[in-house]
């Protein structure tokens, strides 16, 4: 597998795991509940690994780009399905104007 597909896979790994630091963020309660701050670290610490390796390969702006408008779609919708947080018409068209964004970066001859 070449080096260029490895750090897609860290890319993609990293953003999972920094949507589910997120997520235990919530869960921690500001810092007050040990297990989900603990996991809040990991999972961050963690991430922020993996994203330094998928960066070796793939430009930091893209990688940004896509870690960021994937997890902000990402935890739009567990906000909204677990957390049971009100989705509104205007979240819905900033996390589209946030994708295409994602999208048209990527489609860029340029990019890694």
Same mark, same amino acid.
């Given at each position: 597998?070449?080096?260029?597909?490895?750090?897609?896979?860290?890319?993609? *790994?990293?953003?999972?795991?920094?949507?589910?630091?997120?997520?235990?963020?919530?869960? $921690?309660?500001?810092? $007050?509940?040990?297990?989900?701050?603990?996991?809040?670290?990991?999972?961050?610490? %963690?991430?922020?690994?993996?994203?330094?390796? *998928?960066?070796?390969?793939?430009?930091?702006? %893209? *990688?940004? *780009?896509?870690?960021?408008?994937?997890?902000? &779609?990402?935890? &739009?919708? %567990?906000?909204?399905?677990?957390?049971?947080?009100?989705?509104?018409?205007?979240?819905?068209?900033?996390?589209?104007?946030?994708?295409?964004?994602?999208?048209?970066?990527?489609?860029?001859?340029?990019?890694?």
């Amino acid at each position: 597998m070449s080096l260029t597909i490895v750090s897609w896979i860290y890319l993609y *790994a990293a953003i999972l795991l920094e949507v589910t630091g997120t997520y235990f963020i919530k869960l $921690s309660e500001g810092f $007050s509940r040990p297990l989900p701050s603990l996991c809040v670290l990991l999972f961050y610490g %963690i991430s922020f690994w993996l994203m330094s390796l *998928a960066v070796r390969k793939i430009d930091l702006g %893209i *990688a940004y *780009a896509i870690w960021s408008g994937i997890g902000i &779609t990402a935890i &739009t919708i %567990i906000g909204t399905v677990i957390f049971k947080e009100p989705i509104t018409i205007k979240k819905i068209i900033s996390i589209g104007i946030i994708m295409i964004g994602v999208i048209s970066l990527n489609l860029d001859p340029m990019s890694s």
